[in-house]
């Protein structure tokens, strides 16, 4: 917005964060298709997170 840029790492830990726990909660319900969706996408995010950090 005024020039400032939002830290890549931080952006992919919460959306790391958030995915772990759309999947938790999607297991606990006994949605295993949805948990497996989820669980396959935070661990594609945890893939970026590492790269990113690793620059």
Do not use: C, H
């Not at 790492?9 to 949605?31: D, F, H, P």
């Amino acid at each position: 917005m005024f020039g400032l840029k939002q830290n890549p790492v931080k952006k992919l830990e919460k959306s790391y964060s958030k995915k772990l726990a759309e999947a938790t909660a999607a297991q606990r319900a006994g949605k295993i298709p949805e948990f497996a969706r989820l669980s396959a996408e935070a661990e594609e995010i945890g893939r970026q997170l590492d790269e990113a950090r690793a620059q």
